[in-house]
């Protein structure tokens, strides 16, 4: 997206460099162009959403009500699917995965998108 500015100004007479005389008329001008296709928006993630893990997070934390935080030992791996449970602050997404409800940051996976 491209920006661009413009001023003009109008002076009938100028006294001793200090002082204006006349009128002062400021006309600025902006205009906003389009100057790249913008990617197609991502699809929304809500509750219930199938979702698929695009990369696997170094650590994982545990949805329980006690969280646990454990290295990641093969546990979540690219290629799972599971399901949105419930959406925290910070992109961060409860999600059911085969293996349990785990905290992840939506970086980690992208929306499924089902064929019907």
Do not use: H
């Not at 009128?23 to 991502?42: D, G, H, N, W």
């Not at 690219?78 to 349990?100: E, H, N």
Request: charged share 25%.
């Amino acid at each position: 997206m491209a920006l661009s500015f413009a001023s003009l100004t109008n002076f009938s007479k100028m006294q001793s460099g200090v002082r204006y005389s006349g009128s002062i008329t400021p006309r600025v001008l902006v205009r906003c162009c389009e100057t790249a296709k913008e990617p197609p928006p991502k699809p929304k993630l809500q509750v219930g959403s199938p979702i698929i893990i695009v990369e696997a997070p170094k650590v994982i934390k545990t949805a329980a009500s006690m969280p646990c935080l454990r290295a990641n030992a093969g546990l979540v791996k690219p290629g799972d699917v599971g399901r949105i449970v419930s959406r925290k602050p910070k992109d961060l997404w409860a999600v059911r995965l085969s293996i349990g409800t785990y905290l992840l940051d939506g970086k980690y996976f992208k929306a499924l998108e089902l064929e019907e």
